[in-house]
Structures are given as C-alpha cells and as structure tokens.
C-alpha cells in the first residue's frame, strides 16, 4: 500500500508539474501579446512575433491557441479579469465606509499593477477593434455592467450620507467617464504622468463630494 501510494504521488506530481508548464507557457504567451500589442498595435502583432517574445517556438503558440484571434481573445479576457479582480480586491480591503470605498475605487485605476504603458497600450488596441467585433464586447460588457453598478450604488450612498444635489446614475457615469479620459491621456503619451492623473483624479471627486474626501484622503466619519 505504502509502494502503491508513493507511486500515485509521483503520478500526481508529475500531472501537476505538466499543468503548471501548461498554464506557464500560456501565461507567457499572453504577456508576450500584450507586450507586442504596446509596441506594433493590433493590425502588426503577429504569432511569430508573439512566440518570438515569449521566447518561445510558433509551434508552441499553435498548439495553446490555435489562431491569432485566440489568442488575442484569451488576452483580453486576461486583462478584463485582472482588471476585474484588482478593483473588487481594492474595494474589499477599503471596509464598510463609502468614502473609503470611493477613494479606493479611484486610487485602483492608477495601481502601478494595472497601469502601466504596456498594458494602457494593450487596452486602447483593443479598444479600437471593440466596435467590429462582438467578441470583444462580450467579454468585457458584464464587467463593464457590474462596475458601472457599483459606482451608481457607491454613488447613491454618498448622496444620502452627505445630503448632495445631484442623481447618483449621472454623477457615476461623469466619475467613470472622467477616469477613462485620464487613461485615455496616458495612453497618448502627452506629458500626464499616472502620478498626475492620480492627482486629476482625486481633485474631481474632492470637489464632487466635498463631505466624505479632502485631498489627503476620507474625512472620518
């Protein structure tokens, strides 16, 4: 039984060690993506230079992905669930008090983790792609959906709590909205900084919910 049971162990490291490679070279190949996607753009990226980036064979990139628009859709839905799961993880940590969570919510967009050139770069190829094709609305219009939720509920729990003027569903989408310029900014390369836009960012809802934040972060309550 002890011979018998060291054996299946070996078996099971092994098939742990082959998934683990699997799930590696994979994960190499999406950051090579994101990596070519920064510096050639979409229409440019090619396998090759996908496999030539993660150091890796073309055979490799054919066989975890078959196509090109495999591969592209599998970094996408990378980067969308990174995205996702950064700024839940942000929320989470901020506790219970919605000045908290708002300036989490803001402070997450320009995480070093998330905002980088190479990725900003990534996401404005693919934005420019979303239009004509469906695929890549899919995958990233349920989160799109549940982030826009939170901010309006974030949004109605400021107003009620601070006794503000405006609706809570047009002041989230202006929140949102003024968050993806300033990406969209950093994306252009003119000179903002992601400390900069961090400091654009917090300047806005200071003044939008001057109750709850100051510029050094949420007043107690």
Not at 145 to 166: D, F, P, S
Not at 171 to 176: F, G, K, P, Q, V
Request: a neutral charge.
């Amino acid at each position: 039984m002890r011979a018998g049971g060291a054996e299946q162990g070996s078996g099971d490291g092994e098939k742990r060690g082959r998934k683990a490679s699997k799930e590696t070279r994979r994960q190499q190949l999406i950051e090579a993506t994101i990596d070519s996607l920064a510096k050639r753009g979409y229409s440019d990226t090619t396998l090759a230079d996908v496999a030539d980036g993660a150091g890796l064979s073309r055979g490799i990139v054919n066989f975890h992905f078959e196509s090109k628009e495999n591969l592209l859709i599998a970094t996408l839905q990378f980067m969308s669930e990174e995205y996702g799961d950064h700024w839940n993880s942000a929320l989470e940590k901020a506790g219970p008090s919605v000045a908290s969570r708002i300036w989490a919510v803001v402070h997450a967009d320009f995480d070093r983790k998330i905002c980088t050139k190479r990725k900003l770069a990534a996401w404005c190829a693919f934005w420019g792609e979303a239009k004509s094709r469906p695929t890549y609305q899919a995958l990233c219009g349920a989160r799109d959906v549940k982030y826009q939720e939170t901010v309006i509920a974030l949004c109605a729990e400021l107003k009620a709590e601070g006794n503000y003027a405006y609706e809570p569903e047009p002041m989230a989408l202006s929140l949102c909205a003024m968050l993806e310029g300033l990406w969209l900014r950093l994306m252009m390369g003119d000179g903002t900084t992601r400390e900069k836009a961090l400091e654009a960012a917090i300047a806005f809802v200071v003044a939008v919910f001057p109750n709850h934040l100051t510029l050094q972060g949420p007043k107690s309550q």
